[in-house]
């Protein structure tokens, strides 16, 4: 079961899509590539495995994904049910979360809040409900560096090739002030978030069945003006070539290009 719950008007501004999953596993293992957003999950499930190096920790059931570096690897469990909140690069800071970079516990009053509703046993449309619910209860007023942040990461969506001192000066702050304020309340900057976004719309655009194009394909696609620019991005937010990465690709199973098999 998949449902796609709208988001409240009262979140709109600091939560980016609401949804369930309720089924068995496809996939043993998997690796999730770096997203311009973090996913908040409410899991309900048995705990995911998350690998790094040779160190493997289950996962709590309330976790962030964080604006990631790197590729993360997880074993799933039997049966997939959870809540994912998407949030974009200002949302964590509206329910008084810090900014991640990697997969993390949610602590403070909404963690507490969400594992405690994780636990209640509830069945799957109302703990959507709850979610949404705890979600608005915890949120928090807008301060002005979430405001500038929210404000220049709407530009960058629009077109993540915006160069960033057009977007300060359309905001009336600096070039330096825009990234200080992006650091402190999102934990990266307005140039990254621009590359992550790039990168995560070619990737999206992939078949997952049929030819794959070959990288200089991928090159003449994306708005990177020349194919060293592209694979240093690509390589540097993906940690894979863009050949490496296509050939991962047209081994996986998955029906989505942002997810590859975990290959152990």
Not at 10 to 17: E, R, W
Not at 23 to 28: D, G, L, N, S, V
Not at 231 to 248: D, H, M, N, V, W
Request: aromatic fraction near 6%; charged fraction near 20%.
């Amino acid at each position: 079961m998949f449902v796609h719950a709208p988001v409240p008007d009262a979140l709109t501004a600091a939560v980016a899509g609401l949804w369930l999953l309720d089924m068995p596993r496809e996939h043993a293992s998997e690796q999730v590539l770096p997203m311009p957003t973090t996913e908040l999950i409410v899991n309900t499930s048995d705990p995911y495995v998350l690998h790094d190096g040779d160190r493997a920790t289950a996962t709590p059931s309330v976790f962030l994904t964080g604006i990631r570096s790197r590729v993360v690897k997880f074993d799933n469990p039997p049966r997939l049910r959870h809540v994912v909140v998407r949030l974009p690069a200002h949302g964590p800071a509206r329910f008084g979360l810090p900014p991640s970079s990697t997969v993390t516990g949610v602590q403070g009053p909404l963690g507490g809040a969400l594992a405690a509703l994780a636990a209640s046993g509830l069945p799957p449309e109302r703990l959507l409900d709850g979610v949404t619910a705890v979600l608005v209860d915890h949120l928090s007023p807008e301060s002005a560096a979430q405001r500038t942040v929210r404000a220049a990461s709407v530009r960058l969506t629009a077109d993540p090739t915006t160069p960033i001192g057009r977007i300060a000066e359309s905001l009336g702050v600096t070039h330096k002030t825009l990234i200080a304020r992006f650091r402190r309340v999102s934990g990266t900057t307005p140039s990254r978030l621009a590359h992550l976004m790039m990168i995560d719309r070619l990737i999206g655009s992939l078949p997952t069945e049929g030819p794959m194009p070959t990288w200089t394909e991928l090159v003449a696609d994306s708005p990177y003006f020349d194919q060293s620019h592209f694979i240093r991005s690509f390589k540097q937010i993906i940690g894979l070539g863009p050949g490496e990465y296509l050939t991962a690709l047209a081994r996986s199973r998955y029906q989505d290009p942002r997810f590859l098999d975990a290959g152990r």
